[in-house]
């Protein structure tokens, strides 16, 4: 895969997930957001293969919590993982980018027997869906930016998975996928998926996997997605 393809999904998920706080500096693109306890909306990420992690420290030393650094991508940032390693940070959350075209994904996902309901808010009714699949409900995705879908399929009125949609520059990023466990391999996932890719104006589509979760790396490898770089966390 191309290094500016790449760094633009590295943008675009910047764009599509929430922080309250997103800062240039020095290097990096420091985020921080106290109500969604969550890596990404809480690390820096490396513009610059030189950055000085003193300038990550300092941030998070200013707001009282630990400095993450989100390795991205893992690839070409080996020189920066080792040096954080030889400053005592250590590697969390191995994770997997994956990505496809709109059309391809269309075509793999068949048309659904389910009902998939899109919501352009977390709406109660799509934040009670998550907690009935077994998801939890997070504080803080009304500050994803338009245009964003959050997805509820449904069988007899019943909600059997969820998922979240959010567009920029020119990718669809798929959030929050999960379905109820008595629902597995029964489609769901193809049905948001393709409610998701119906919806969005993107011609391109990415989404995130733990690199260990071999299981959910098969079923979207199924549905046409590659891998286009990995990233883990590094934690001090």
Same mark, same amino acid.
């Given at each position: 895969m191309r290094t500016s393809d790449t760094f633009e999904i590295e943008?675009?998920?910047?764009?599509?997930? !929430?922080?309250?706080?997103?800062? /240039?500096?020095?290097?990096? +693109?420091?985020?921080?957001? !106290?109500?969604?306890?969550?890596? /990404?909306?809480?690390?820096? +990420?490396?513009?610059d293969p030189l950055a000085d992690p003193e300038?990550?420290?300092?941030?998070?030393?200013?707001?009282?919590?630990?400095?993450?650094?989100q390795v991205s991508p893992l690839d070409e940032r080996s020189d920066l993982d080792a040096l954080l390693a030889g400053r005592g940070y250590r590697a969390e959350a191995p994770t997997m980018i994956m990505r496809t075209?709109?059309?391809a994904l269309l075509r793999a996902c068949p048309p659904p027997s389910f009902g998939v309901r899109l919501d352009d808010s977390p709406a109660p009714r799509w934040l009670s869906a998550v907690a009935d699949v077994g998801g939890r409900p997070e504080p803080s995705l009304d500050r994803v930016p338009a245009p964003v879908a959050f997805a509820t399929a449904v069988h007899d009125g019943v909600a059997v998975g969820v998922g979240m949609f959010a567009v920029a520059d020119g990718w669809c990023g798929v959030y929050g996928m999960r379905t109820d466990s008595r629902w597995r391999r029964r489609g769901v996932a193809g049905a948001l998926l393709r409610a998701g890719a119906e919806w969005a104006s993107a011609e391109r589509v990415f989404l995130q996997v733990e690199t260990d979760n071999s299981v959910a790396r098969s079923r979207y490898e199924s549905l046409g997605f590659i891998r286009a770089h990995a990233y883990h966390y590094r934690v001090r």
């Open positions: 943008r675009a998920a910047v764009a599509t997930w !929430p922080a309250t706080t997103v800062e /240039r500096r020095d290097g990096w +693109l420091l985020r921080h957001c !106290p109500l969604l306890p969550r890596r /990404r909306s809480n690390s820096a +990420l490396p513009l300038v990550v420290e300092r941030f998070y030393a200013e707001r009282s919590g630990p400095a993450i650094v075209e709109r059309e």
